[in-house]
């Protein structure tokens, strides 16, 4: 089945620890994204990469780091900058098409819950 | 600068009832891209539909319904019959033509109730 694996499902962290969670899709997809959702708020995009070893900050990068190191994973570790982490947090991939043609779907993962100790 | 308006916070109906969800975006690009999510309670978004700023067409699938107006910047979803099913957060984004970028609303919490 072609899809979007994040794991783990629910994540605690303590204070002072980074933590890394993992996006993983088997659509063939070039671009993949983070967002966080907080309660009663929108998805903030977090960073995005359209390209393997390439990626960009979004809105709230702010004590958050990727890597794009193949194109079938994005993973986002939070780091203990990051001071106010308790989130949902969603990875989403589509097709990239740098050309001007027409932007494509961005398809969802489960997402992580993620909360501090 | 790009921006979704969702007004409505939580609607409540009961189960075969119609119910319209509100979208207000703005943006200074001709050309753009709207879309609607569904989020169920398990958390994952599901893509429903996605329109481009030169197609002005209502749309039907099935129980739903998409109204695009350009004239007022909006972007209404309709749900005809609602079922319990429907219960979820809905969410409408933009992404201007110059980006792959999503600007989502803060989603509208809809409750049908049996």
């Known amino acids: 089945d072609g899809g979007i694996t994040q794991s783990p499902k629910y994540l605690f962290r303590k204070e002072g620890q980074n933590v890394t969670l993992s996006c993983e899709q088997n659509l063939n997809h070039d671009a993949m994204y983070w967002y966080r959702q907080d309660p009663g708020q929108g998805l903030r995009l977090i960073y995005y990469?359209?390209?393997?070893?390439?990626?960009q900050k979004g809105d709230i990068a702010e004590g958050y780091s990727v890597s794009r190191e193949k194109k079938e994973s994005f993973p986002l570790t939070v780091t203990s900058a990051q001071k106010n982490p308790t989130a949902f947090y969603l990875c989403a991939s589509s097709i990239y098409h740098n050309t001007g043609t027409p932007k494509n779907i961005q398809y969802f993962g489960a997402g992580t819950r993620l909360s501090v100790l | 600068a790009q921006k979704v308006t969702q007004a409505q916070t939580e609607i409540s109906v009961v189960e075969k009832e119609d119910v319209t969800l509100d979208c207000v975006y703005e943006?200074?690009?001709?050309?753009?891209?709207l879309f609607w999510y569904k989020q169920p309670p398990s958390g994952e978004l599901v893509f429903l539909i996605r329109r481009n700023s030169f197609d002005e067409q209502n749309e039907i699938s099935g129980r739903y319904s998409w109204n695009f107006q350009k004239s007022t910047s909006s972007f209404n979803f309709t749900i005809t019959a609602s079922q319990v099913v429907d219960s979820a957060v809905y969410f409408c984004?933009?992404?201007?033509?110059?980006?792959?970028?999503?600007?989502f609303g803060k989603g509208t919490k809809l409750t049908v109730n049996p």
């Open positions: 984004a933009l992404s201007d033509g110059g980006s792959e970028k999503l600007v």
């Open positions: 943006t200074r690009d001709t050309t753009y891209y």
């Open positions: 990469s359209q390209i393997v070893n390439d990626f």
